[in-house]
């Protein structure tokens, strides 16, 4: 999903996020950091998409919790563009656990606890490309540079 050195990474506002109206919050850390909006829609999870998206865990403990929690409320879904938005928007984010984010983070300082973590990203371009497919179908890939993503 790279063209001439920009990258696209999947990012998700869970529930807790939109419920808590942290949209905006969020959203100001990636622009002012640079990246792009490149696709945006808020939504509520379906338990398909879920099962796709954590397709290795769903045979896991804490799935059904996961998947609950991910269906509790709408989610913000962003397709973010830019220079090494991947590891970037990973660092911004912090650690999964909320307890050990360091301040500045986004986890840091906005997560509560570790069930409700305030936002995903994908953690690898090839996860970025199975997840804007996932959760954005209506983006064709792209073909040449000047197509849309």
Not at 48 to 65: A, C, I, Q, V
Not at 121 to 139: H, N, Q, R, T, V
Request: aromatic share 8%; net charge neutral; glycine share 8%.
């Amino acid at each position: 999903m790279a063209s001439s050195g920009c990258e696209h990474t999947l990012v998700i506002l869970k529930p807790d996020a939109v419920k808590r109206g942290l949209i905006g919050c969020i959203l100001q850390r990636f622009e002012q950091r640079g990246f792009k909006i490149a696709a945006a829609k808020l939504m509520v999870a379906t338990d398909e998409l879920l099962e796709k998206h954590y397709h290795e865990h769903t045979s896991k403990s804490f799935y059904p919790g996961l998947a609950r929690f991910m269906k509790s409320g709408p989610v913000m879904a962003l397709v973010l563009q830019g220079t090494s938005v991947v590891s970037v928007t990973r660092a911004m984010m912090g650690q999964t656990n909320p307890a050990t984010s360091a301040p500045g983070t986004i986890r840091g300082d906005f997560a509560i606890e570790t069930d409700s973590n305030v936002i995903h990203g994908s953690d690898s371009l090839k996860s970025a490309e199975y997840e804007i497919g996932l959760w954005f179908p209506e983006l064709k890939k792209p073909e040449t540079p000047h197509d849309f993503l």
